[in-house]
């Protein structure tokens, strides 16, 4: 590449791994709970659903736990540190040159498959991460440092789950 | 004592601000470590890059070590983390749905927040699809019923499954880890840099790694062997920080006030009796509860009876007070709430609430030795009996030794000779109430 703005290099895995368990750390020292992604997710579409149909999220069970009646789905510590995230990694992605608008994809397939397939992979993981309570961040990363049972057998199951299927969808990547 | 008690500002901007600057923290690191980026999350699962593996193992062993470390040394009270409540089947069930997710869609929810605030497309796209998954999800809820809740284990952790203690599961989940890394560091030569393996290549040789690998596994068995913090130790730190002192007598409640407890019906009032077998089945409280005192020695089961509504109050009770103070030290210190111990104990109650005298008559001979009876039963009567539960308010207290004699013996001298007392209805007892049930702070999990 011979771009003089060039992205800055990712940070040793190892180092970044430690760095990510200090924060672990320190939210579990600070606040008593780990981190999470996809429960705060499910809150900002409860919230939009909330505009359109609001009797609606009354009457679903699951999503009137987290925005029905007068309850705001949007009140809450997931929500803000989704917000976090957001921040974090756009700052982060400033500092090293790497806010790009951009498509990450494997060679042999066209953009709008790679779209296509994200979308499909986001709805399935968005899907199983309510069915396992909680994504890698929040259960792998937080149960697996409080050392939960479940949050290892979870862990295991992602990989199995994704090791298994890699060679069939080896296109996508290779 | 971590973690902090933030119940003073939950929900106001400085709470959110914090859960906030965790947030971009999180973000951060994981953009910087290249989580920003579908296609190197997904060379994962083709082992040409194993940077996924890496971080995250090293990130747990990192916090695991640093949270019972700073468990070992007091500093964190790991009753009050939250532990994700294990559901087995869901969490294998979702696992392997979310694997599927992952190598079709490259990212994670995390990951893909930190791809889309970069502005990668195929992120955005991704999240778009975790929103769309998770609103399928709970309009789909109802239809899998209780199976949502199947093997529902509750708070359950590795030490606990193996029976090893906390320290040691640490050890061994990090060599376990560093294990894993050396054949990822092998995996990335071979697969993803097409490097052959050769006897050299075997022999682990960046020596900043060994002396980090070395550094992390001599913290973790230092910490194995200093060992987690006995149910006395928590209960000194409890007691410290709740201002608990037994100097001040704080936690011995008079005898009446129990009564009183045992009156309300919105508090579940638990007796827990510590006292010998024998001297149980002799007399109880009605509805007390027996334990032995040195079953309290196993962590377990002071666990189990931790398990309760959040609106049970919990009296322990011995013959004086030596044993139900050593319990209610263990109980307290293995995390239970609303436990106080009866004042005097056995002895004090039946002194207030004496039984008929052909029950039991008062130790007179002697003074009753270390936690000894001060009372001698003539039949067991284990609650049957109105000391039993004094709560139930006669009108006129019944007379419980009613044999024929006694009969005719009350009906030529007098109700009252059959009693070791004169009973007043009106009799009022002085005391301080010292309860206070604290509510339990609600915990969240770290996802929804």
């Known amino acids: 590449m011979t771009n003089p703005r060039e992205a800055r290099a990712y940070i040793n895995p190892y180092l970044g791994g430690t760095l990510l368990g200090v924060v672990l750390f320190g939210a579990f020292y600070i606040t008593g709970n780990g981190i999470g992604a996809s429960g705060a997710i499910n809150r900002i579409m409860v919230a939009i659903l909330e505009l359109f149909a609001p009797q609606h999220v009354d009457r679903v069970g699951y999503l009137a736990q987290m925005g029905g009646g007068t309850s705001f789905s949007l009140e809450s510590t997931g929500v803000a540190m989704l917000l976090g995230t957001l921040l974090g990694g756009f700052v982060s992605g400033m500092v090293n040159r790497r806010v790009k608008v951009e498509l990450r994809k494997g060679p042999q397939i066209s953009p709008a498959m790679r779209i296509g397939a994200a979308l499909l992979g986001g709805l399935i993981m968005g899907y199983g991460a309510r069915l396992a309570r909680g994504c890698t961040s929040g259960q792998a990363l937080s149960g697996g440092a409080v050392l939960s049972v479940g949050s290892f057998a979870f862990m295991f199951s992602i990989f199995i789950g994704a090791y298994a299927l890699a060679y069939f969808f080896r296109k996508l990547w290779n | ?448």
Not at chain 2, 151 to 156: P, W
Not at chain 2, 157 to 184: K, N, R, W
Not at chain 2, 233 to 254: K, M, N, T
Not at chain 2, 368 to 388: D, L, T
């Open chain 2, 1 to 448: 004592m971590a973690p902090l008690d933030l119940s003073s500002i939950a929900g106001s901007i400085s709470w959110y601000l914090i859960f906030l600057l965790i947030g971009v923290a999180f973000g951060a690191v994981l953009e910087m470590s290249g989580f920003g980026d579908s296609r190197k999350l997904a060379a994962q699962f083709f082992l040409k890059d194993m940077t996924v593996l890496k971080v995250m193992f090293t990130a747990i062993i990192v916090a695991a070590v640093l949270i019972s470390a700073s468990s070992a040394l007091g500093l964190l009270d790991m009753s009050k983390v939250w532990v994700n409540p294990t559901y087995l089947l869901p969490g294998v069930a979702g696992g392997l749905i979310m694997g599927v997710g992952f190598i079709i869609g490259g990212f994670c929810p995390g990951t893909s927040l930190v791809a889309a605030s970069t502005l990668k497309l195929d992120g955005v796209a991704f999240v778009g699809g975790v929103g769309l998954g998770t609103l399928l999800f709970s309009e789909t809820a109802g239809l899998l019923g209780d199976a949502r809740h199947a093997t529902d284990m509750g708070r359950f952790t590795l030490d606990e499954l193996f029976h090893i203690p906390l320290g040691v599961t640490v050890l061994l989940l990090v060599a376990l880890a560093l294990i894993m890394f050396y054949g990822a560091e092998l995996a990335e030569r071979y697969f993803g840099r097409g490097e052959k393996i050769d006897r050299k290549a075997l022999l682990p040789s960046r020596k900043p790694y060994i002396a980090a690998a070395a550094a992390v596994l001599g913290i973790s068995i230092v910490f194995a062997f200093i060992g987690q913090p006995s149910s006395i130790d928590r209960w000194e730190s409890i007691a410290r920080a709740s201002g608990v002192s037994l100097q001040h007598r704080d936690p011995y409640i008079h005898p009446a006030e129990v009564v009183e407890w045992r009156q309300d019906i919105s508090v579940y009032t638990r007796i827990i009796d510590v006292r010998s077998e024998g001297d149980f089945n002799n007399f109880h409280l009605a509805g007390a509860m027996h334990v032995s005192l040195s079953s309290l020695a196993n962590k377990e089961f002071v666990k189990a009876l931790k398990n309760v509504p959040d609106n049970t109050l919990t009296f322990v009770v011995s013959n004086t007070e030596e044993y139900a103070t050593a319990a209610w030290k263990a109980l307290v210190g293995g995390g239970l709430k609303n436990a106080y111990i009866i004042e005097g104990g056995i002895n004090k109650w039946l002194s207030l609430y004496p039984p008929d005298l052909c029950i039991a008559k008062p130790l007179s001979s002697r003074a009753p030795g270390k936690e000894e009876m001060a009372f001698i039963f003539e039949q067991s009567v284990g609650e049957n009996c109105y000391a039993s539960h004094p709560e139930a308010l006669y009108k006129e207290r019944p007379i419980e030794c009613d044999t024929k004699q006694q009969r005719e013996h009350r009906a030529h001298e007098g109700a009252q000779t059959v009693r070791s007392v004169p009973f007043d209805e009106n009799q009022k007892f002085s005391f301080t109430r010292k309860v206070k049930m604290q509510k339990k702070k609600k915990t969240g999990g770290g996802c929804g």
